[in-house]
């Protein structure tokens, strides 16, 4: 079983920048597909961002499409969320998640999940 593991969150001005980090236990299959997820209290979970393991095909969500940058290290087992242009409303908690298969943008399709870490913009 796949367990992830993110870091790398934490409080950052409007404009500023973080790296979101997630560590897999082991490598998944070369078929999986990783992303990113965040949620807010009170809402459901929403994709942000969805790369395949081998790094060939990547998705984003409109709200941070030209923001965000998603990316892989295989040597590393890691794959990472770069985010740029921070606003407020890109507080949340940020979920990692691995899944076989093709890229998916639907939470429920995605296998396994990390703990989430906290990323708070303030204007």
């Known amino acids: 079983q796949v367990q992830l593991v993110e870091s790398g969150g934490g409080s950052v001005q409007a404009g500023g920048s973080l790296r979101l980090s997630c560590a897999a236990s082991e490598r998944p299959f070369s078929s999986y597909s990783m992303a990113w997820f965040r949620q807010v209290p009170g809402k459901e979970r929403e994709f942000v961002a969805a790369?395949?393991?081998?790094?060939?095909?990547?998705r984003y969500a409109d709200s941070v499409k030209g923001r965000f940058t998603i990316s892989g290290d295989n040597a590393k087992n890691t794959v990472y969320l770069q985010m740029n242009s921070l606003k407020p409303e890109d507080t949340a908690v940020y979920y990692c998640a691995a899944r076989p298969g093709e890229l998916s943008r639907v939470t429920d399709l995605y296998r396994y999940w990390g703990q989430g870490t906290q990323v708070t913009v303030s204007s």
């Open positions: 790369i395949t393991w081998s790094g060939s095909s990547s």
